[in-house]
């Protein structure tokens, strides 16, 4: 669309440079806006970010290690379970009497 309309401002005899230098300008103000509306407009926000990836990094290897932490469990209580099935199945019970 935005270059659509650039071109029909060349053709209507509007200077290329120009426009491309108004199409940067209301690019760079757009995103000072977007930066200010989430707070991020100050001299700290790069140091924010940056802990924001390491406590999102964090959270995701948490989630992962929880995550194997419960397949890990459930595995090895599938395994006792067919040890116990096993022994009842070779009369281990009955052994013991």
């Known amino acids: 669309m935005l270059a ?19 199409i940067e300008e209301a690019s760079e103000l757009s995103v000072q806006r977007v930066l200010a509306r989430m707070g991020l407009d100050d001299e700290d926000a ?6 924001l990836r390491q406590l999102l990094n964090a959270w995701r290897d948490a989630k992962r290690s929880a ?3 419960v397949v890990e469990w459930i595995v090895r209580g599938l395994l006792a379970l067919l040890l116990i099935c096993i022994a009842y199945r070779f009369g281990f019970p ?3 009497k």
């Open 46 to 51: 790069h140091e924010d970010l940056n802990e």
């Open 67 to 69: 995550r194997r932490a």
């Open 94 to 96: 009955e052994a013991l």
């Open 4 to 22: 659509q309309l650039v071109a029909q401002a060349v053709d209507g005899g509007g200077d290329l440079v120009t426009l491309r230098a108004i």
